[in-house]
């Protein structure tokens, strides 16, 4: 069972920048390698939402709200993803989640969500 835990989150002011990081458990590197790995963001009354994601072969996209500020990228070795999130506007608050989807298997794991407030 893949287990994800973010972290990165955090309070920063328009124009800003983070990076978030997804780090993955109770997997193999190849094993991790064949996930497509997302990013999701739920505001407050929103419906959760994908913005980014990287499918095994390296892949990305990315929805149109964030692309050219944000950029996806994975370390096979560290089992980690990234977020990094450039010129951040206030309507990028949200939690945002981690997602690993594995293909074959069919298989989902999530981790526990981190905060991202951007004042204006």
């Known amino acids: 069972q893949v287990q994800l835990v973010e972290s990165g989150g955090g309070l920063v002011q328009a124009g800003g920048s983070l990076r978030l990081s997804c780090t993955a458990s109770?997997?193999?590197?190849?094993?991790?390698?064949?996930?497509?790995m997302g990013w999701y963001r739920q505001a407050p009354g929103k419906q959760r939402e994908l913005i980014a994601a990287?499918?095994?072969?390296?892949?990305?996209n990315y929805a149109d709200s964030v692309k050219g500020r944000l950029t996806i990228s994975r370390d096979i070795f560290k089992k980690t993803v990234y977020l990094q999130m450039d010129s951040l506007k206030p309507e990028d608050t949200a939690v945002y989640y981690c997602?690993?989807?594995?293909?074959?298997?069919?298989?989902?794991?999530w981790g526990q969500g981190t905060q991202v407030t951007v004042s204006s």
């Open positions: 997602n690993a989807h594995h293909p074959r298997l069919g298989t989902d794991a």
């Open positions: 109770g997997t193999s590197f190849s094993s991790f390698s064949a996930n497509a």
């Open positions: 990287i499918t095994s072969d390296g892949s990305t």
